[in-house]
């Protein structure tokens, strides 16, 4: 079975410009989650999907960030106007049910 | 905020022996899940154990087992016959937030497991 995917492992971009980070859940999981880790601090939370539906947005930072998950499938986390302080490694996790997560590899993103 | 710390940054084991990773946590819920997370440098995160709150007999995985503490709110990992492959950051999390199924997550540990 695979896992959790996401697209791309690594982006670098200048401030002002537009990112967009995708995340394929394992087939099946109807939740699925976006983290973040900003440099030395812990992983957050961002936002919680069930199938194509905004579940908990309550970490989602501000509204530079939309996040999409259309058809229930894959998801995707845009980030417009990219800003310093978005730069860390963004996690996407999916998940049959409410407790056990499964975290994808992650994007490393760089804002220069 | 529910909250989730791990006060030990960095610790190094011998290979062959046991080290023990410290969390603790804060919630006023009573039902919750304990989560570690181990990420080696490989970056895939994966879940080495779990400890639903309710169940007063600690997890065990293999070599991995955890002292839960309910009343102390501690959930600290044992790594028994340390392996080289363990080397990686630990998290511990949880999903203490009510009607939510966010995780919280600590700092992290880096553990190194020594030759």
């Known amino acids: 079975e695979a896992g959790v995917t996401q697209f791309p492992s690594h982006s670098v971009i200048e401030k002002g410009q537009t990112v967009t980070l995708r995340c394929d859940p394992i087939s099946g999981h109807d939740n699925l989650y976006w983290y973040r880790r900003v440099m030395g601090k812990e992983i957050k939370f961002l936002l919680h999907?069930?199938?194509?539906?905004?579940?908990?947005e309550s970490g989602m930072p501000n509204n530079r960030f939309l996040a999409e998950r259309t058809g229930g499938t894959y998801s995707t986390l845009k980030v417009q106007p990219a800003e310093l302080e978005d730069s860390g490694v963004y996690f996407c996790a999916s998940s049959p049910s409410g407790s056990e997560q499964f975290f994808g590899p992650g994007t490393r993103l760089t804002v220069l | 905020a529910q909250t989730v710390t791990q006060s030990q940054p960095e610790m190094s084991v011998q290979e062959a022996e046991t080290v023990t990773l410290s969390c603790t946590y804060d919630?006023?819920?009573?039902?919750?899940?304990l989560f570690w997370y181990k990420q080696p440098p490989s970056r895939q995160m994966i879940l080495v154990i779990r400890q639903e709150a309710y169940k007063q007999q600690n997890a065990t995985e293999n070599r991995f087992s955890v002292n839960f503490q309910k009343a102390a709110k501690s959930f600290s990992l044992k790594i028994s016959d340390s392996q080289l492959g363990d080397t990686a950051m630990y998290f511990c999390?949880?999903?203490?937030?009510?009607?939510?199924?966010?995780?919280?997550f600590g700092k992290g540990t880096k553990l190194s497991v020594i030759p």
């Open positions: 919630t006023s819920e009573s039902n919750y899940y």
């Open positions: 999390a949880s999903d203490l937030e009510a009607g939510s199924y966010q995780l919280t």
């Open positions: 999907f069930v199938k194509e539906s905004k579940q908990d």
